[in-house]
């Protein structure tokens, strides 16, 4: 998701014509830093909250999503594979799930040239980032 979330506004705010006939293509080979960093050059994330959140939390995203230790852990009991996740994990996925669709969604309502939807949306995101 979050991954997502950084491809897509780079595409929208960052691409050149190159880049995106790339994409277009299936050849697109930027990484994820690369995205983020051009990413932050924009005025609207100069606060480098998605560093942040990147630096925090992108090893673990990873590792959950690419059948990393962080996942196989979790499935594992002593008796039993099934899922065996902490309560605190959980509600930790889903705050950032949570923030990662508000700015989903005000990347939609800047498309959509709805700026009271954009900040509406941003002041919520930033109150669940703390």
């Known amino acids: 998701m979050f991954e997502a979330y950084i491809l897509g506004m780079w595409l929208h705010l960052c691409a050149t014509e190159n880049a995106l006939n790339k994409y277009m293509n299936d050849k697109f080979d930027n990484n994820i830093s690369t995205m983020l960093a051009e990413l932050e050059r924009n005025e ?41 996740f902490d309560p605190e994990e959980l509600v930790a996925a889903i ?27 941003l002041a919520r995101a930033l109150e669940m980032e703390h």
Not at 47 to 71: E, P, Y
Not at 73 to 83: C, D, H, L, Q, S
Not at 96 to 115: K, P, R, T, W
């Open 44 to 84: 609207a994330f100069r606060d480098g909250v998605l560093s942040r959140l990147k630096s925090s939390h992108w090893r673990a995203m990873c590792s959950f999503t690419h059948t990393g230790i962080q996942q196989v852990m979790r499935y594992n009991k002593e008796a039993t594979i099934e899922p065996d």
């Open 95 to 121: 705050n950032i799930a949570n923030f990662v669709g508000a700015m989903s969604l005000i990347g939609i309502a800047l498309l959509a040239s709805n700026d009271q939807l954009a900040n509406d949306c």
